[in-house]
T-cell receptor, first 115, second 113 residues
């Protein structure tokens, strides 16, 4: 059974710092990995999708890497801003013949950027 | 331009009274999913539809059911809500191919009183 772990569970840093969020998963047989952002009481906003054949993806100040063989991904946030404060969730696709069987999520990292 | 829309955003129901949550999509995606997220927990997949084919997770309680009358709409029915069913319910869609991105709605926060 796939398990996804995110470290740290919570992080508070001053504005402007670069930071790294970590995600690990136990079964490397995945199709892809997605990073999401969740604001309090809201749904999930997709940030980055990394396919299993890729090593990294970038969007603006965000960079996500994937090392499938070791079961790890990192989300790098450059020059953090107070508006980045949210919970960041990592999710891996469940691998099956159909390829559409849903995602297995970690519990997330609760990030606070201090002004 | 919301693509996955959930209604209502907040739902309060009485213990044991049936409740239905709604999800619609404008993406014309083949697959629609329902996840349950309890406070400070990871979202957990309840079931999904691939077109009209229903796929239930092994550990989803019988109290939870779903209907998908057409491509655009999917409903989550909770037959007899208990206090433990209070959670955020998230609807998502995807095209159904292996490397597809999942798109989520804003969620429905269910309170059971």
């Amino acid at each position: 059974k796939q398990e996804v772990t995110q470290i740290p569970a919570a992080l508070s840093v001053p504005e402007g710092e670069n930071l790294v969020l970590n995600c690990s998963f136990t079964d490397s047989a995945i199709y892809n990995l997605q990073w999401f952002r969740q604001d309090p009481g809201k749904g999930l906003t997709s940030l980055l999708l990394i396919q299993s054949s890729q090593r990294e993806q970038t969007s603006g100040r965000l960079n996500a890497s994937l090392d499938k063989s070791s079961g790890r991904s990192t989300l790098y946030i450059a020059a953090s801003q107070p508006g980045d404060s949210a919970t960041y969730l990592c999710a891996v696709s469940r691998r099956s013949g159909g390829g559409a069987d849903g995602l297995t999520f970690g519990k997330g990292t609760h990030l606070i950027i201090q002004p | 331009d919301a693509m996955v829309i959930q209604n209502p955003r907040y739902q309060v129901t009485q213990f044991g009274k049936p409740v239905t949550l709604s999800c619609s999509q404008t993406l014309n995606h083949n697959v629609m999913y329902w996840y349950q997220q309890k406070s400070s927990q990871a979202p957990k997949l309840l079931f999904h539809y691939y077109d009209k084919d229903f796929n239930n997770e092994a550990d989803t309680p019988d109290n939870f059911q779903s209907r998908r009358p057409n491509t655009s709409f999917c409903f989550l029915d909770i037959r007899s809500p208990g206090l433990g069913d209070a959670a955020m319910y998230l609807c998502a869609t995807s095209t159904g191919t292996a490397n597809t991105e999942a798109f989520f709605g804003q969620g429905t926060r269910l309170t059971v009183v």
